[in-house]
């Protein structure tokens, strides 16, 4: 049974850091092509933020470029999404997903394998 569990959400302020881990149980992070983080604000459509492949090769959304950072340790079975300078508009309930195969679009979300139940992130 796959499972992806993510944690590190919480509430900072405008500037602060938060660092989401996403943990991957019932198959192994170096036998999956790619990990992606995702977010949904209320009354918006998801988005990507990043994604990693098992070469460590690495994507990132525009509005992520030079404030965020997506790493991975397969020891751990675990992806991190390391957040700084963090703004309002980041806020929103933060999804890692997993894929076989690197998805073509794969910031609109399609393509994506398997999901977590998400960790909220909240910048005032």
């Known amino acids: 049974h796959v499972q992806l569990v993510e944690s590190g959400g919480g509430s900072v302020q405008a500037g602060g850091s938060l660092k989401l881990s996403c943990e991957a149980s019932?198959?192994?992070?170096?036998?999956?092509?790619?990990v992606g983080w995702f977010r949904q604000a209320p009354g918006k459509e998801r988005e990507g933020v990043a994604a990693?492949?098992?070469?460590?090769?690495?994507a990132y959304a525009d509005s992520a470029t030079g404030r965020f950072t997506i790493s991975q340790d397969n020891a751990k079975n675990t992806v991190y999404l390391q957040m700084n300078s963090l703004k309002p508009e980041d806020t929103a309930m933060y999804y890692c997903?997993?894929?076989?195969?690197?998805?073509?679009?794969?910031?609109?979300?399609?393509?994506?394998?398997?999901w977590g139940q998400g960790t909220q992130v909240t910048v005032s």
């Open positions: 019932g198959f192994s992070f170096d036998r999956v092509h790619c």
């Open positions: 990693i492949d098992s070469h460590g090769g690495t």
């Open positions: 997903a997993a894929a076989r195969r690197f998805p073509v679009n794969w910031s609109d979300g399609s393509g994506w394998d398997d």
